[in-house]
């Protein structure tokens, strides 16, 4: 068995996997003061499996910057990579790294793996990850990363066998929740995200404002001070901004313009993913608001008619897997996220080549 760890700065999600599959769950969420150590036995106790049943424990990491870009086994240099991505992910790679501590603390002989949340978007030309800076700024870590890759990977990976098809060609993704993001994935590969240096940009999200003025940025600074404008950016705007929430439920019924609004930025991003394939075959929705908000979805798919895109409004109501109608020139897929899944079969495949498995 592989238990996955998704160890946040506040919280530590736990999942075991038997042969790809899900047997047990737990999740603490709030960390106290004597941190990841203490509720990693605790998490652990809930599952109800012991440590000497696991073969290895793997990891979702969220930055792994330029070097780490495919899964790997955690060793001291790839601990010192994750920790020079921190000043990339303050909030997120400190936390993955207590994580790894944690379990070396409780089972130091447990194999340990890591998967990357930036990885996937590796594969994206060097036009699409530069900014238009000096050489110095890029070369200080300010380019495109992307994020959301385990979400898409796990789709690429998953979609054919649910789908009974061939992976399409030119795949618009879309993972729509409190963070949100398009991809554009060709031939299995992303070739363009709508985040970028960091999560905030690209669609309007719960708490983020999504895309904005670097100069709209720099004034928010002026205003408020750095760490004021972070905060506004980050966790006082989008719809939370726009409607008061960021449950697209009360917003359908309280805030139709902030719905609008994602919806209108979703569909205005997709135009800019398409462009970077060269064409669009199929779109697949997933995350929170993708795969249940049956009201969004149609908004965003009835942007992109357009591009031939029709869909069975009965089927989309209903949330059902395949959503196009036959006029359709476009598949669409709605598929439940599955990242922990994907980082455990990462691990596996990792432990494959190794011969360890």
């Known amino acids: 068995m592989i238990l996955v760890v998704n160890a946040g700065s506040s919280s530590l999600k736990l999942a075991v996997f038997r042969d790809g599959r899900e047997v047990a769950r737990a999740q603490v969420a709030e960390i106290a003061a004597d941190g990841h150590r ?36 955690v060793t001291e240099a790839v601990m010192a990579g994750i920790a020079a991505c921190v000043p990339l992910a303050p909030l997120h790679n400190p936390a993955n790294l207590e994580g790894m501590r944690a379990v070396a603390a409780l089972a130091p002989d447990l194999p340990q793996y890591a998967s990357f949340d930036t990885a996937f978007h590796a594969t994206n030309p060097a036009v699409a990850l530069r900014y238009a800076i000096p050489q110095a700024a890029h070369d200080a870590g300010i380019r495109r990363y992307g ?56 669609l309007t999200m719960g708490s983020r404002s999504g895309a904005i003025d670097g100069n709209a940025v720099l004034r928010l600074a002026e205003l408020h001070g750095i760490a004021g404008a972070g ?27 902030a719905v609008a609004h994602f919806a209108y930025w979703a569909v205005r991003h997709a135009g800019s993913m398409i462009a970077a394939m060269g064409g669009l075959d199929a779109i697949v929705f997933t995350g929170g608001i ?10 965003i798919l009835d942007g992109l008619a357009f591009m031939g895109v029709a869909y069975d409004a009965p089927a989309n109501r209903q949330n059902a897997r395949a959503l196009h ?30 011969g360890t498995l």
């Not at 910057?65 to 790997?72: F, Q, S």
């Not at 060609?169 to 992303?190: E, K, Y």
């Not at 993708?290 to 908004?299: F, I, L, Q």
């Open 290 to 299: 993708g795969e249940n908000d049956h009201v969004t979805r149609a908004r």
């Open 38 to 73: 203490a509720a990693l036995p605790k998490a652990l106790a809930e599952t109800g499996v012991a440590l000497g049943d696991l073969a290895a424990v793997a990891h979702r990491v969220v930055h792994g910057g330029t070097g780490l870009v495919a899964p790997c086994r």
């Open 325 to 354: 109608d036959a006029a359709s020139r476009v598949a669409i897929w709605t598929v439940a996220a599955a990242e922990e899944r994907h980082i455990a079969d990462e691990a596996r495949q990792v432990m494959a080549a190794e």
């Open 147 to 202: 994020f959301h890759g385990l979400s898409y990977a796990a789709t690429v990976a998953g979609l054919p066998g649910l789908t009974g098809q061939a992976l399409p060609r030119r795949l618009l993704a879309a993972h729509l929740g409190n963070g949100a993001s398009l991809c554009a994935i060709l031939d299995g590969a992303s070739v363009a995200t709508t985040m970028g240096y960091s999560p905030l940009d690209g």
């Open 231 to 257: 905060d506004i950016l980050n966790r006082q705007s989008g719809l939370v901004a726009l409607g008061g929430s960021n449950d697209m439920r009360i917003l359908h019924k309280t805030a139709p313009f």
